[in-house]
T-cell receptor, first 111, second 116 residues
């Protein structure tokens, strides 16, 4: 049984468009949710965290959480080529509070 | 800006040999973590460490793995008898507070371990 599911992509969007990344998880205990960005050959970098249902906005990034549906998403507005990376959804599972990473969605923003 | 550092950046070893991967967490951080990422696969949690002891570990972190904070700055991961399947990128991370307080984890650049 998969615990964290993400579409591996690649998701290709034109520069300036909205990129929508989605993640579903199976553990009902999860209380906090993290989105990490990982450039090729680099380490993960936390870009957003969300703890309650609804939307959280930070600059061009908006995280959306629906605990009832066990679904979390990340919207990137005005996408830039520098946003091209793999985005990892990381809800802590099993009540551990340790992030459990999905395989990630590869995003390509083309000029 | 403070950052987590890791050495070496690339380690090549023979199967069955012991390796020690080193990390220097951010100086005022109290919680330390090791993750691994096999090429093309997801990042996997190995272990978390606080107050000189392991606080959580995954099922991957078996008896061949150990962690240590030998002095006030270094945090090490030892693999006693490496296997081919240990070939991966190993990331160290640190956070000011624990995972239970939702503190941001800062990752180091990683050590690429190649077992021949």
């Amino acid at each position: 049984q998969k615990e964290v599911e993400q579409n591996s992509g690649p998701l290709s969007v034109p520069e300036g468009a909205i990129a929508s990344l989605n993640c579903t998880y199976s553990d009902r205990v999860s209380q906090s949710f993290f989105w990490y960005r990982q450039y090729s050959g680099k380490s993960p970098e936390l870009i957003m965290s969300i703890y309650s249902n609804g939307d959280k906005e930070d600059g061009r990034f908006t995280a959306q959480l629906n605990k009832a549906s066990q679904y979390v998403s990340l919207l990137i507005r005005d996408s830039q080529p520098s946003d091209s990376a793999t985005y990892l959804c990381a809800p802590p599972l099993g009540g551990s509070y340790i992030p459990t990473f999905g395989r990630g969605t590869s995003l390509i923003v083309h000029p | 800006e403070p950052e987590v550092t890791q050495t070496p950046s690339h380690q090549v070893t023979q199967m069955g040999q012991e390796v020690i991967l080193r990390c220097v967490p951010i100086s005022n951080h109290l919680y330390f973590y090791w993750y691994r990422q096999i090429l093309g696969q997801k990042v996997e949690f190995l272990v978390s460490f606080y107050n000189n002891e392991i606080s959580e570990k995954s099922e991957i972190f078996d008896d061949q793995f150990s962690v240590e904070r030998p002095d006030g700055s270094n945090f090490t991961l030892k693999i006693r008898s490496t296997k081919l399947e240990d070939s991966a990128m190993y990331f160290c991370a640190s956070s000011e507070g624990g995972a239970r307080t939702y503190n941001e984890q800062f990752f180091g650049p990683g050590t690429r371990l190649t077992v021949l």
